[in-house]
């Protein structure tokens, strides 16, 4: 999975359609193997991520779950903590 797709369900508040539209970006980047893609390409490259960011939102939208919803504070503080071996590991070499 591309590394800056983050999980967007079960979150409070929910996700905005910014961040539904950013990850989308991120799929159709990936997958397209471009940031930025050609002239020929833009209108492609730009209704994919429309029509994925459209998807999502309904996906994100008919979830079920149980549990308790997450705090976007909390998981980016568990991602911080994550990251904080690799970093000292990197300048320890």
């Keep these: 999975m591309c590394r800056n797709i983050r999980p967007l369900n079960n979150f409070e508040p929910p ?30 490259f730009d209704r994919a991520v429309a029509e994925i960011a459209h998807i999502t939102q309904h996906l994100l939208d008919d979830l079920v779950t149980t549990a308790p919803p997450k705090s976007r504070e909390v998981e ?13 590991a990197r300048y320890a070499r």
């Design 15 to 44: 996700a905005t359609s910014e961040e539904v539209a950013a990850a989308a970006l991120q799929y159709v980047r990936k997958v397209s193997g471009t940031t930025k893609p050609s002239l020929a390409n833009q209108a492609a």
């Design 76 to 88: 980016a503080a568990k991602a911080r903590r994550r990251r904080l071996p690799r970093a000292e």
